[in-house]
C-alpha cells in the first residue's frame, strides 16, 4: 500500500510541475512570439512615418496647375534662383510685364508699379523679351533703377507661346504688355499700350 501511495504522490507532483525546461515543444512554443512576422499595426507604423506630416505639407506650399503659363521656369538673373509663376500665384496676385532694358516706356510704367506696391499687395516678374540682351545687363539694369523683384529672360519658345496666346503685340516691349495672374488661377491680359498710374495698378491686382 505504501509502494502504491508513494506512486500516486509522484505522479500527481510532475503534473503540477508541467513540461521540463528543456522540453523542445516548450522552449519553440515560448520563442514564437519573437520570431513572428511584424504585426499589421507595426507595418502601419512604418508607412506613416514616411508620410509627410499636415504640417510639412502646408509648409512646402503649392502651386497653381490650371493654366500651362503656370508651370513655365523662370530663372531670376539676379540670384539665379529658378521659380514657376504658378508659385508665386499660389501665394498672392502677380503682373507680369514684358519688357527690354533699351525701353524707356517699361522703365517709367516699372517705376509706376513700385509705387503701386506701396498700396496693394502682389508679386511682380519683369521678363526680358529681347533676345540681344544678356542676363547680367539686365541684372545691372534692375539694381540701377531699384527694382527689386525677380527679373528674367524669355526664350523663344515662351514668346512663341505669349504671341500665339495674347498676340504679337505682346512681345513688343514699348507697348506695356502686362498680364495678371490671379490666385483663382485665372491668366488675363490687362494693359497694352496704356501707361498705367499707381493707383490703376493697384486696382487691378486686386484679388
Known sequence: MRTFAALVILLAVSACRGAP??????????SAPV??????????????SSEPSATARESAGTALDSDPLHAVALVDVRTGEEFTLGEL??????LLETMAIWCTNCRAQMHNVTAAHSTADFHSVSLDVE???LPED???YAEREGFDWPFAK???ALIGELRQRFGTAVAVPP????IL????????????????????????VED
Open 181 to 204: 495672374f490671379r490666385t483663382d488661377g485665372s491668366v488675363e491680359l490687362i494693359g497694352l499700350g496704356q501707361l498705367m498710374s499707381p493707383e490703376e495698378i493697384a486696382a487691378a
Open 131 to 133: 533676345p540681344g540682351e
Open 175 to 178: 507697348s506695356m504688355p502686362k
Open 154 to 156: 524669355a526664350d523663344g
Open 35 to 48: 520570431t513572428a512576422a511584424p504585426s499589421a499595426t507595426g507595418t502601419a507604423s512604418v508607412a506613416a
Open 138 to 140: 539686365l541684372a545691372s
Open 21 to 30: 525546461a528543456g522540453d523542445p515543444q516548450a522552449t519553440a512554443g515560448a
Open 89 to 94: 500665384a499660389a501665394e498672392k496676385p502677380v
